[in-house]
């Protein structure tokens, strides 16, 4: 009578396909709103917020397609322009969470193993984390399970509607983030690996090609923005007088030098051997920590029981997470714990098909029991990732323009300067503060900087404590930073 019960409450999940996937990401959206930032965020958040209002430009590698989504995505009548851009990224995760789960019901054949491993992708920390504030790592991984869903009903169906529009994804993607050619081998193994290529005609082909050069036009987006120089950049350098020289991306040479990551050139590589190890059991330990352990476990025998049953796909899921995991283990970069995102989006699947295999071996009755790795997830990352009520980086900004004296100059760390240039651009506050993010300025710029604002009667604020000023000048506090003055020597 109890396994009647149970197979009642999971039927309808199981007539209709989509129903585990659009129950997973109903959830996951719900608890996305409630956690969302409520208004602009530091870091990355307000440099991608600013760009995409202004339909600027941002760090390499740009992330064209993005900004211009995101952009169309502000005009919706809610909240204010911060809130919206966090919005974009919430929607942007629940709609990885509907394939994500549509995915796993097609690979594993059942609902409450696809709609478990969709959960806990939803709250996993990483995941979670970036979904409720402007990031550009939830679009990418949209992107990705789409190219996976639309490979394998490919390789399902023979239907190269399917491949034209993987093709056309895998394009918007590599212009977006040329990273994401790391995923290529694995989606090259699914794409290939079926004997329905063989019955694509030449007709397929050129097909092939038009969608694949269309699908690279939103390149154009990086010379347009430069050449009509937007409010917005950041790509260039300050010179002495406080103004920003930007790249000119209309230039081949300098498109190119922009598109391949090369801003960040000193990050590529940068770890020494023993480094190396440290940071692939870092990863290790992060992988481990976004399933809470036991999704280590699951996942790897997902993974054998995938390779038993259907090598080329196991192959493809592995080769598509693989080299990313390895680029980034070996990337020097501070907030890199997200930028594995795809890596625990694939984990997430072979997850899913570990708990089909874990499910089947339970009674009927308690096969429900899976549900607690998300539920256990969500309890233990909430007040983590609950970002809600994060007012304080938007006021700290406001504060520091507002406070300071006329036509001063305020030299930056990066997330503070963009949160600054947020309010002088969307609310018009301030602009006569010349807001300097010193990531982008040598250090001999920022002296000669300072030394002729103090000469010309202005005043010189600062968000931290320059170290290639400190010998030369002195730093008195100021509500949310300093004031920098010369150093009066004894006589």
């Not at 809130?83 to 796993?104: C, E, G, M, P, W």
């Not at 939830?138 to 239907?159: E, M």
């Not at 036009?217 to 007088?241: C, E, K, N």
């Not at 300098?254 to 590529?268: T, V």
Request: aromatic share 14%.
């Amino acid at each position: 009578m109890q396994n009647r019960r149970v197979l009642s409450i999971w039927a309808p999940l199981q007539k209709w396909p989509a129903s585990p996937a659009m129950l997973a990401a109903a959830i996951v959206f719900c608890v996305y709103l409630y956690t969302l930032a409520p208004t602009v965020f530091p870091l990355d958040s307000a440099e991608l917020t600013t760009a995409a209002y202004t339909l600027g430009l941002v760090h390499a590698p740009g992330y064209s397609v993005y900004l211009l989504l995101a952009h169309w995505f502000l005009y919706l009548p809610v909240g204010d322009v911060g809130y919206r851009a966090n919005l974009f990224s919430a929607l942007a995760n629940a709609s990885t969470v509907v394939l994500l789960t549509l995915l796993i019901k097609q690979i594993s054949g059942r609902s409450l193993p696809a709609l478990i491993a969709g959960l806990s992708f939803g709250f996993c920390f990483y995941a979670w984390s970036v979904s409720v504030i402007a990031e550009v790592y939830t679009f990418q991984g949209f992107l990705l399970v789409s190219l996976l869903l639309l490979l394998w009903t490919w390789r399902q169906r023979g239907r190269c509607k399917y491949l034209l529009l993987a093709v056309g994804i895998a394009g918007l993607s590599a212009v977006n983030n040329p990273a994401t050619l790391l995923w290529w081998p694995g989606l090259l193994v699914l794409a290939w690996t079926t004997p329905y290529r063989r019955q694509l005609a030449l007709r397929d082909s050129l097909a092939l090609v038009c969608v694949f050069a269309l699908s690279l036009s939103p390149v154009l987006y990086l010379p347009w923005r430069s050449a009509a120089q937007p409010a917005f950049i950041y790509i260039g350098h300050y010179d002495t007088t406080g103004t920003f020289q930007p790249l000119d991306l209309t230039q081949p040479a300098n498109l190119l030098w922009y598109l391949s990551g090369r801003q960040f050139a000193s990050l590529f590589l940068a770890y020494t051997p023993v480094e190396l190890v440290v940071e692939a059991v870092r990863f290790l330990h992060r992988l481990l920590a976004a399933f809470l352990g036991v999704g280590l476990p699951i996942g790897l025998w997902g993974a054998r029981m995938l390779w038993r049953q259907n090598r080329t796909l196991a192959s493809g899921l592995v080769l598509t997470m693989l080299p990313h995991t390895l680029f980034f283990i070996a990337y020097r970069a501070l907030d890199k714990d997200t930028m594995f995102l795809p890596v625990y989006l694939v984990w997430a699947v072979l997850v899913g098909v570990g708990m089909n295999e874990l499910l089947q071996m339970l009674p009927q009755r308690v096969a429900v029991v899976g549900l607690l790795l998300p539920l256990v997830l969500f309890c233990i990352n909430l007040p983590f990732a609950n970002v809600n009520n994060m007012w304080l980086p938007h006021d700290v900004a406001k504060a520091r323009l507002r406070d300071t004296t006329p036509n001063a100059v305020y030299l930056a760390a990066w997330g503070d300067a963009a949160a600054m240039q947020y309010h002088q651009i969307e609310a018009d506050l301030r602009p006569d503060v010349t807001v300097v993010n010193v990531f982008f300025a040598r250090p001999e710029v920022l002296m000669s900087l300072v030394e002729d604002t103090i000469a010309d009667g202005r005043s010189v604020y600062t968000t931290l404590l320059e170290p290639n000023l400190l010998d030369h000048y002195q730093f008195a506090p100021v509500d949310h930073g300093y004031q920098i003055f010369p150093i009066r020597r004894k006589p």
